[in-house]
């Protein structure tokens, strides 16, 4: 099995996922300059409720894609609502407040929703119903599963659908010029409220879809699943340049890639025994296992923050994230 | 009836008055001239006009109507437009889009693409540079773009803010000329500006703004005699 092409499939895959949670955080940022850390629990929500209806229906006489459709489709308006309510009920009192009180907001709404979520749905991790067909394809010594497929596929309908809805709408254009200047843009006419409402809705239906399809590409949801997926969204949003959505969908891919490839490498890597001659005990041991392994693949998630830091130390606009100079 | 009258109108940042109770009218068709030093309350005043600040007390009529504490995207769709001080250009947006961006409350596209084609009949340079983001734009240019832009609402009121900020003297004449032409075209203009002399020859009639307050007004002719506005804006 060629690992690099694998790990690259594997990347993707979840790539497209952190790009479209981190398409959430930078829509948000891009408008109101929030770090809605509370977007991460917005996405477990959008898994669970999947879940409730997926397992609510599997087993009846539906066919399974009509299922799951419907999983997403009650999944997408609840976390919509949930959306419009945070930003209508914690955020907007407090969006002429220094900015450190709606971030510390966002931070407690993101435990709230976390811990209603654990009520409502237990503290333990819930089996993510796989009542897909799943078949995988073997492509040049790599695989690739059709629900690998369906995910970077519907990532990819969707970074573009938001594309369009950005450059080509009028609800586009009034989400950029209310991200410029949100002043002026009342002064064309531009409702902020509606504008900043909006933006919230489009984050979290975004938001729920990367639920529904980490949850079947996981098998799995639980109640804090949000809390790291949205940690790394975020990462992947400030790798590409926070505010700029070109950035979040770039980000989020390389993020992905990076994360899996790491993972792949990381115990070869770090495998002493390709030093052993440094000590006799070591190359006993090698001798032995033929591996001693410093750092295994369970580092897996400590990449993302390794790409955040040296993002902020080297390049803190991010990739895209070169802005044209706001004063005039 | 004026198309806008203010009474006892007072705004205040924080607990600061900046605008402390003026009565202001402007005539259906007319260019009105309000000049003061920096600080006056100018700017503010026209950020309450054009509802980007609510009034801490007074009333503002417009067409008739209380216009008061109404938000700003309410009330371009009423005809009243702020061209801000600093020019506030979308700068990451293409010329044409700020353009564009200006008829935001309109749907009649063939109009809207006939304005288009007005806007950049009076501006040339925004027809050439129609592409470029506004941000690359000479301070010039963005203040055309901002006028051209507020003409693209066809409001009825025009509120300018400091058009001649920051801009070469070649320039500053050619944004005149341009003021001309649409208290020309029948827009009624409320102009702030600090160069009394300018406004003063463009306007029918001006008000003289000291802290705050309203401390002289009458036809613009007589202005330009009075010997404390010549003392105190006209460097005499």
Redesign the interface.
């Known amino acids: 099995m060629d690992i690099f092409l694998q790990q690259i499939i594997n990347g993707l895959t979840l790539g497209s996922v952190y790009a479209i949670v981190a398409l959430g955080y930078t829509m948000v940022y891009g408008i109101v300059q929030l770090i809605n850390f509370a977007h991460g629990e917005v996405v477990m929500i959008g898994a669970m409720v999947a879940l409730w209806v997926i397992s609510s229906l599997a087993g009846g006489a539906m066919p399974p894609v009509v299922i799951v459709l419907a999983g997403i489709l009650c999944a997408i308006p609840v976390c919509m609502a949930v959306g419009y309510t945070m930003e209508r009920v914690a955020y907007r009192p407090l969006r002429s407040a220094p900015r450190l009180a709606p971030l510390i907001t966002a931070i407690g709404i993101s435990i709230i929703l976390q811990h209603v979520a654990m009520l409502v749905w237990s503290r333990n991790p819930l089996p993510f119903p796989q009542i897909l067909a799943n078949p995988i394809f073997e492509i040049a010594g790599a695989t690739i599963s059709a629900v690998q497929i369906a995910i970077i596929v519907l990532s990819l309908l969707m970074m573009g659908g938001l594309t369009l809805l950005v450059y080509r709408t009028k609800l586009g254009v009034a989400m950029r010029a209310t991200s410029e200047n949100p002043q002026v843009a009342g002064l064309m006419g531009i409702d902020i409220n509606r504008v900043i409402s909006m933006t919230f809705i489009i984050g979290a239906g975004l938001g729920a879809m990367a639920g529904v399809m980490v949850g079947t590409y996981y098998g799995q949801a639980h109640y804090t699943m949000g809390a790291l997926l949205g940690l790394k969204a975020f990462c992947a949003a400030v790798l590409g340049g926070i505010g700029n959505l070109a950035g979040a969908m770039l980000g989020g891919m390389l993020l992905g890639v990076v994360e899996a490839l790491g993972t792949g490498y990381i115990g070869e890597i770090t495998d002493l025994c390709h030093v052993s001659g440094i000590s006799t005990a070591l190359a006993e041991r090698c001798a032995e296992d033929g591996h001693m392994v410093v750092f295994g693949s369970n580092y897996q998630d400590v990449f993302a923050f390794i790409v955040l830091i040296l993002v902020l130390v080297f390049r803190p606009s991010g990739l895209l994230g070169e802005r044209v100079s706001d004063r005039a | 009836m004026s198309l806008l009258s203010v009474r006892g109108l007072k705004v205040a940042y924080g607990g600061i008055e900046a605008v402390r109770g003026i009565d202001l009218d402007v005539e259906a068709g007319e260019l009105v001239a309000l000049i003061g030093a920096n600080g006056a309350g100018k700017t503010t005043t026209l950020k309450a006009l ?3 600040l609510r009034p801490a007390a007074g009333t503002v009529r417009y067409a008739d109507s209380d216009i008061t504490g109404v ?3 309410r009330l ?2 009423q005809g009243v ?2 061209v ?1 001080e ?8 293409t010329v044409q ?1 700020n353009l ?3 008829a ?2 309109r749907d009649d596209r063939p109009a809207i693409a006939q304005d288009l084609d007005k806007v950049f009949g009076l501006f040339p340079r925004l027809h050439e540079r129609r592409a470029q ?1 506004a ?2 734009l000479s ?1 010039g240019e ?1 203040q055309m773009l901002a006028i051209g ?1 507020a003409m693209m ?1 066809r409001p009825k009121l025009l509120l300018l803010d400091e058009p001649s900020m920051g801009l070469a003297p070649l320039m500053v004449q050619k944004i005149f000329e341009v003021v001309h032409s649409i208290a020309a075209q029948g827009v009624t203009i409320l102009l702030v500006e600090q160069n009394a002399l300018l406004a003063l020859e463009a306007a029918s009639r001006g008000y003289v703004m000291e802290s705050g307050a309203i401390t002289l007004s009458d036809s613009a002719p007589a202005l330009l005699a009075s010997p404390q506005v010549r003392q105190a804006y006209l460097g005499e």
């Open positions: 054009a509802g980007m938000a700003s995207h371009i769709r437009a702020l801000p600093g020019r506030g250009v979308f700068a990451r947006l889009e564009q961006m200006g935001y409350i983001v941000g690359t301070g963005q832009r609402s």
